[in-house]
C-alpha cells in the first residue's frame, strides 16, 4: 500500500466519514445522484481526486453489481486510505439511508397518505432529473474532450441500444469495456510502432550523415 495511505490521522479519517456522511444525506433520487455531489466534494473542495480519476471511479462503481453510492465510497475510502477507508466511507454512506428507513417504515402509512410529502416527492423528482443531466453533460465533456472519433461512436450506439433496441444494461457495458481493451491495445500498438520507425529513420539519417562526413 502507498506510504501516503499509512499516514493518515483521525482528523482525515473524520472528514472523509463526515464528507460521505453529508453526500449520503443529501443523494435522493438514485445513485448517481451522488456522482456530481462527489465530484464537488472530493475534487473541486478537497483535491484529494482529479478528473480521471473521477471518470474511472464512476464507470467502476456503475459497472460493479450492487449499489452506486457504496460502490462508489468503497472506490474512494480505498483510493484515499485503503481497508481503513473503505470501512470509513460505507459506513459513512449507509447510516443515513439506515437511520432514515427506519424512522419512514415506522411513519409509513401517515407519509403514504400524506399530500404535502407527496408533493414534495414531485418537487424532488424534477430536482433529481436537473442533476443527473448535470452529470451527463459535465462528464460527457470530460469523454469527448480528446477529440477522437470512437467516444462519440461509442456514446451514440450504446444510446441507441439501450433505448431504442432494449439491450440489457450489463451487456452493454461489457461490449464497450472489450472495445476500450481494443482500442487501448491497437492504439499501444501503433505508437510502439510509430516509435520504432522514428528511431530506424533517425538511425538512417544519422548513418547518412555519418557516410557524407
Known amino acids: 500500500m502507498p506510504k501516503i495511505m499509512m499516514n493518515r490521522d483521525k482528523k482525515f479519517y473524520w472528514d472523509l466519514f463526515s464528507a460521505t456522511f453529508q453526500l449520503s ?10 456522482v456530481p455531489l462527489m465530484r464537488k466534494k472530493f475534487m473541486e473542495e478537497k483535491h484529494w481526486i482529479d478528473e480521471d480519476e473521477m471518470m474511472d471511479l ?30 470509513v466511507t460505507v459506513l459513512g454512506t449507509v447510516l443515513p439511508p439506515l437511520i432514515i428507513l427506519t424512522i419512514i ?3 409509513y402509512a401517515a407519509f403514504k397518505s400524506n399530500t404535502y410529502v407527496a408533493m414534495a416527492m414531485k418537487g424532488m423528482q424534477a430536482c433529481v432529473a ?6 451527463v453533460i459535465t462528464m460527457g465533456k470530460g469523454v469527448l474532450a480528446p477529440k477522437k472519433w470512437l467516444p462519440y461512436v461509442i456514446l451514440i450506439g450504446s444510446f441507441l441500444a439501450v433505448f431504442f433496441f432494449d439491450v ?18 491497437y492504439g499501444e500498438r501503433l505508437r510502439k510502432l510509430k516509435l520504432s ?9 544519422q548513418r547518412d550523415r555519418d557516410g557524407g562526413l
Open 197 to 205: 520507425r522514428l528511431k530506424q529513420t533517425r538511425s538512417t539519417r
Open 58 to 87: 464512476t464507470a467502476i462503481a456503475q459497472s460493479a453489481p450492487g449499489s452506486m453510492a457504496v460502490n462508489a465510497s468503497i472506490l474512494v475510502g480505498y483510493r484515499l486510505a485503503g481497508i481503513m477507508g473503505v470501512f
Open 105 to 107: 417504515s415506522m411513519f
Open 25 to 34: 444525506m443529501f443523494t435522493l433520487g438514485g445513485g448517481f445522484v451522488i
Open 130 to 135: 436537473a442533476i443527473i443531466i448535470d452529470v
Open 168 to 185: 440489457n444494461v450489463f451487456i452493454v457495458i461489457l461490449v464497450c469495456g472489450a472495445i476500450g481493451v481494443i482500442d487501448t491495445v
